[in-house]
């Protein structure tokens, strides 16, 4: 069965520094996949999707990379803040096409 | 729009007793889940559906049973309740067209979640 794996449960860096998280996949070559980032007592929230014929994408301070031949994902995070202390969850689509799983996720804490 | 809503927020069970859990969307989205969210253990698919009237179970269904019977609702029934149900459970809705791989969009909203003790 597919497996997603976040090599990290906790990852602590210190402000201005780049965070890079990692989730690496197996069993399973997906059309995408996607970023999301949960605070304490909240739901996931979606920030970005790449898929699978991109090889990196950005949004602001965010950047994805997708190696499908390594089935690995990099979420960059450049000049963290505190604010961006969080947890951040990679997502794919299920094998049948219908849902989507989630990996255990990355604890991100930026001191100041 | 209030995006993705669940009702309770907080919820205290006896063992053996049932509740539904409540989630509405108004976003017209014709695909709903609902996960469980243990500490440490990431989030788990329980049921989804892909439109009204069509249900399907996830990866920990046990235990569970829901229904569809509007584009907008999808509540979940715990049946006999067990202290294993204990967690945090998170409605998620999305909009898909074609497959997941075809589909322009497929961000999954969430909804804030319910926080469920069995005791």
């Known amino acids: 069965s597919q497996k997603i794996e976040q090599n990290s449960e906790a990852l602590n860096i210190q402000e201005g520094k780049t965070a890079t998280l990692t989730c690496n996949y197996t069993?399973?070559?997906?059309?995408?996949l996607q970023w999301y980032r949960q605070d304490p007592g909240r739901g996931p929230v979606f920030l970005l999707l790449?898929?699978?014929?991109?090889k990196e994408k950005r949004k602001e301070r965010l950047k994805v990379t997708f190696d499908t031949t390594l089935k690995q994902s990099l979420f960059h995070i450049t000049a963290s803040q505190p604010a961006d202390s969080a947890t951040y969850l990679c997502?794919?689509?299920?094998?049948?096409?219908?849902?989507?799983?989630f990996g255990k996720g990355t604890t991100l804490s930026v001191s100041s | 729009n209030a995006g993705v809503t669940q009702t309770p927020k907080f919820r205290i069970l006896k063992i053996g007793q049932s509740m539904t859990l409540q989630c509405a969307q108004d976003?017209?989205?014709?695909?709903m889940y609902w996960y469980r969210q243990d500490p440490g253990m990431g989030l788990k698919l329980i049921y989804y559906?892909?439109?009204?009237?069509?249900?399907d179970k996830g990866e920990v269904p046990n235990g569970y049973n829901v229904s569809r019977s509007t584009t907008e609702d999808f509540p979940l029934r715990l049946e006999l309740a067990a202290p294993s149900q204990t967690s945090v459970y998170f409605c998620?809705?999305?909009?898909?067209?074609?497959?997941?791989?075809?589909?322009?969009?497929?961000?999954?909203?969430f909804g804030q979640g319910t926080r469920l003790t069995v005791v």
């Open positions: 069993n399973y070559s997906p059309a995408y």
């Open positions: 976003m017209n989205h014709n695909y």
């Open positions: 559906s892909v439109g009204a009237g069509i249900t």
């Open positions: 997502a794919l689509e299920n094998q049948a096409g219908t849902a989507l799983i």
């Open positions: 790449i898929r699978e014929n991109e």
């Open positions: 998620a809705s999305s909009y898909i067209q074609g497959g997941w791989g075809e589909s322009k969009d497929t961000e999954a909203f």
